[in-house]
């Protein structure tokens, strides 16, 4: 097969970002101005005065109000696709038909078999596609993978995350889009735990022997808000994970254990790497830059005018979702079908 068309050569990725909402105010969308090699010049949203007003606001020379126009611009080289997770299947098949690389918000898709196809599409158009799992090129996380590969507590012997947060939604009329399952793929595990497994992902490559249950016992909706799994590292060595998005108290900590040390960190904050050894404890702040996601921009854009290789590609976004899948098949009776239109057939809601 073919290498993916590149733009090496070009001095300029010029970007258009596909479902331009909250999501691209300050975690991504300046990042496309602010990269070196990176333009952002047209936007698209469905309500034509807020796409108007984004691209008044952030400087934007372009706006649409229909998918088809921005990707079919002569003049936009890439898109970044910030829809909702339930859409990015439909807008994916749109971009690879214009012949154009694509950066997909995560979660990939809402299962597998819609990453399968995403991915085949692009295959077919000789063109890239990459994930917004943004901290594979942050700061803050890139330490954390070294001290954990480079011997700094040893031999790693041990893996855990743990997640509580009270987001139980008082007022069921105010269910968002990431706890619809027609739209999100699930509860908040794909929102969410995502980013987690796809760290573990990145530092210690593929999971291997997931096992997982998740249930429903404390939430507005029918999506699971509780999840634990297991897994086994190609190293050998067991990791647990638990989430529950319907706790009383807050947690987040993920902890790499080895012969020698501990590396701590708090996932969502914007806490200091925490190491622990026999000399004491050392700490590093590397705190989160201004727009979360502009380091992993700046590799997309690298990776295309070949000068550099992104780490978040959609093969390891594929990793990822096959293991959400796995640990959610039980309560949805099987992910691999539209299993959104059939709520009835849920196992995990019949047993809550």
């Not at 999840?227 to 529950?244: I, K, P, Y």
Request: some cysteine.
């Amino acid at each position: 097969m073919a290498s993916p068309q590149s733009l090496s050569g070009r001095d300029v990725v010029r970007w258009g970002i596909l479902g331009c909402g909250d999501v691209t105010e300050v975690k991504s969308g300046p990042g496309f101005q602010k990269a070196q090699g990176s333009q952002l010049v047209a936007v698209m949203r469905r309500t034509s005065h807020l796409a108007a007003d984004y691209a008044k606001r952030h400087g934007v020379p372009r706006w649409y109000d229909r998918a088809e126009a921005l990707v079919n611009d002569p003049e936009v080289d890439a898109i970044y696709v910030a829809t909702t997770p339930g859409a990015h299947l439909e807008t994916a098949l749109l971009v690879a038909a214009a012949g154009k690389p694509c950066y997909m918000e995560k979660p990939m898709a809402r299962n597998t078999p819609e990453c399968d196809a995403m991915i085949a599409s692009f295959a077919r158009a000789n063109q890239k596609l990459f994930v917004a799992y943004y901290r594979r090129a942050m700061p803050r996380f890139l330490k954390v993978r070294d001290l954990v590969n480079d011997g700094a507590i040893g031999r790693l012997s041990g893996v855990s995350y743990r997640h509580s947060a009270p987001r139980v939604q008082p007022d069921p009329t105010k269910v968002g889009w990431r706890t619809t399952v027609e739209n999100s793929g699930g509860g908040l595990l794909l929102d969410i735990g995502s980013h987690v497994l796809d760290f573990l992902d990145f530092c210690l490559g593929p999971l291997a022997d997931v096992q997982g249950r998740a249930a429903r016992n404390a939430t507005v909706g029918d999506v699971e808000n509780a999840v634990a799994l297991t897994f086994r590292t190609g190293g050998d060595v067991l990791g647990t994970g638990m989430w529950n998005f319907a706790s009383h108290v807050g947690e987040d900590v993920l902890e790499f254990t080895g012969t020698t040390g501990r590396v701590t960190v708090n996932f969502f904050a914007n806490d200091p790497v925490r190491l622990e050894t026999a000399r004491g404890v050392e700490t590093f702040d590397l705190p989160n830059p201004p727009h979360v996601a502009q380091p992993l921009i700046q590799t997309v854009v690298d990776d295309l005018l070949g000068r550099g290789t992104c780490p978040s590609t959609a093969a390891s976004a594929l990793r990822t979702q096959r293991v959400m899948d796995q640990v959610l098949a039980e309560y949805y009776g099987g992910r691999d079908d539209a299993f959104w239109n059939r709520s009835a057939t849920w196992p995990g809601l019949r047993g809550a």
